[in-house]
């Protein structure tokens, strides 16, 4: 990242109150706690699930985990302080990365994609690429993952400032992507998956 980039989003950051931060922390604090409540019963679910049922099982795991991450803008400090008027006056998010309702602003950009990837997995009623032997240890990874991943999340959020935050969220739902069981669908599911990410890369 450049200094001068770095300095803008330092700035930016600078001016969240530690209410609108304390509240987008514990906003996600929340979908995680969830989150794993979720995965706990999947991971209990999978040693029963049918071999026929794989790969449904594998698009519900995926569905479910996007539904939970802090993508909302009850977990971002800047819609918390600056979007309650729905003007964003003021708001440093909209000042370095454009206003999230324009067409064009990372926000935007980023939540299109993450839309359609959410559609391509709802939309993939192929079946398993993979024998269902490896199937089941794919799924038994990506949940185990995704437990580690967002138990960490959770060990995070408390020290975070506000620059922090945006870092880590942007990084947590970059990991969580990473997670998925994208073997065991479609091609493109993870062609998909992979414009998510990208667009992260401007997310914050």
């Known amino acids: 990242m450049r200094p001068h980039r770095f300095s803008e989003l330092e700035t930016a950051a600078s001016a969240i109150t ?19 409540r979720w995965l706990a019963l999947f991971e209990g679910r999978l040693e029963v699930v049918g071999l026929s049922e794989l790969h449904k099982f594998a698009r519900a795991l995926s569905l479910m985990t996007l539904g939970h991450l802090p993508t909302r803008p ?5 819609c918390i302080q600056y979007g309650r008027n729905q003007e964003c006056l003021g708001c440093g998010y909209a000042a370095t990365h454009g206003r999230c309702d324009a067409e064009d602003s990372a926000f935007s950009l980023f939540i299109e994609a993450f839309q359609e990837l959410g559609r391509e997995i709802y ?4 079946g398993l690429n993979c024998p269902p032997s490896e199937a089941r240890k794919q799924l038994r990874a990506s949940i185990c993952q995704s437990i580690d991943a967002a138990s960490s999340m959770l060990v995070d959020l408390p020290s975070a400032c506000a620059l922090q935050l945006m870092e880590r969220k942007a990084a947590y ?8 069981p994208l073997i065991l669908l479609s091609e493109d599911v993870r062609e998909s998956c992979l414009c998510v990410r990208e667009a992260l890369g401007n997310y914050w």
């Not at 009850?74 to 800047?78: G, W």
């Open 173 to 180: 739902i970059d990991l969580m992507l990473a997670h998925l």
């Open 123 to 126: 939309q993939d009623t192929g």
């Open 74 to 78: 009850e977990t971002c400090p800047f």
């Open 18 to 36: 530690q209410e609108s931060l304390h509240a987008a922390k514990e906003a996600i604090a929340l979908n995680c706690r969830e989150l794993l």
